[in-house]
């Protein structure tokens, strides 16, 4: 992939594009860091190699399904497009190190646009010391799309993975969850500071961010995992948003934690033991223990002693 191409989609996109001197513009914002030794300017990005394992994440954000450009700052969505794969990153165990962006611009003011959405993913690369490696630009007749490919490392087998949860571990959550839609969905913090503190000091036997609703993710967590989870459903944190949102939306707050997405959190499981013995400073991301995993498969609740199956929901991509 060259650094950045700028190029119209033929036979759909109008005369306009998006003009060589953005780039221009573009290289005398992106700053130079020794991961990345070359970088915009040439035919292809050179990386300085890592110690341990490389790790790689990518996603998409279109316009009219994970935002709406003539209602949110398009700044908000080039920062949200950064952030959603540091999300990953921080599920993974990984530190982030550089970025590689694609923009499908509309035709119209695509310049402008550009420009807009730049002003977040650079202020997210700055926050989280990223290299912006390269990428690709292009202007058709549709609309706005960032994809965001993000490279980072992790120690040799160290990765945290969603197919490591035992029996018997303690399921965690990071943070108050529900109601992102209110805005948070446009900037969440990755929780990636938790993520390095966990591995310095407890052993934690699988993670997944939440994207798609707390017990959507966490069922995948287990479905990954062969395992089945036993929740105390009331002492899952309930975001002060859901309960806002709850006034109007007809569903309870708890309702809406359960299957609201893009609260980007952790869940992450590690022994109970480990889980009793946590010293790590969470004051940005308060750790809350809302179950247990256990060997049956499924999503549980006990409740004066018996046992109900609970459903999974969220975000069902595709559906």
Not at 232 to 241: A, G, L, M, N, V
Not at 263 to 286: G, H, K, R, Y
Request: charged share 20%; glycine share 10%; hydrophobic share 40%.
């Amino acid at each position: 992939m060259r650094p950045f191409l700028v190029r119209r989609l033929s036979p759909l996109s109008r005369k306009s594009t998006v003009e060589h001197s953005f780039l221009a513009y573009l290289r005398g914002r992106c700053r130079k860091l020794p991961q990345v030794p070359i970088g915009i300017g040439d035919d292809a990005a050179v990386l300085e190699p890592v110690s341990g394992q490389q790790i790689a994440c990518v996603d998409q954000i279109i316009d009219g399904v994970d935002f709406i450009s003539d209602r949110h700052s398009l700044t908000d969505v080039g920062y949200k497009s950064v952030a959603i794969n540091l999300s990953d990153m921080a599920a993974m165990g990984g530190t982030p190190l550089s970025i590689l962006v694609t923009l499908s611009l509309p035709s119209m003011n695509s310049t402008q646009i550009a420009g807009q959405v730049y002003d977040g993913i650079l202020e997210a690369a700055a926050e989280f010391n990223l290299s912006i490696a390269g990428g690709d630009i292009s202007t058709y007749d549709g609309p706005l799309a960032v994809s965001v490919t993000l490279l980072g490392k992790v120690q040799e087998k160290e990765a945290f993975l969603r197919s490591g949860a035992k029996e018997g571990d303690a399921i965690l959550v990071s943070g108050p969850v529900g109601g992102s839609i209110l805005g948070r969905h446009l900037r969440p913090v990755p929780r990636l500071d938790l993520s390095q503190q966990l591995r310095e000091s407890v052993d934690v036997t699988s993670a997944i961010d939440i994207s798609d609703g707390l017990s959507l993710d966490l069922d995948r967590l287990c479905a990954a995992s062969g395992v089945g989870a036993e929740l105390d459903t009331e002492k899952i944190p309930i975001h002060d948003d859901a309960k806002t949102l709850a006034e109007t939306s007809g569903r309870t707050p708890f309702q809406h934690a359960w299957s609201d997405g893009e609260d980007f959190e952790l869940l992450i499981t590690m022994s109970q033991a480990d889980a009793d013995s946590i010293t790590v400073n969470t004051s940005d991301a308060p750790l809350t223990q809302i179950g247990n995993i256990v060997g049956r498969t499924g999503l549980w609740q006990r409740k004066q002693g018996k046992l109900k199956r609970l459903s999974p929901q969220g975000y069902a991509h595709g559906s």
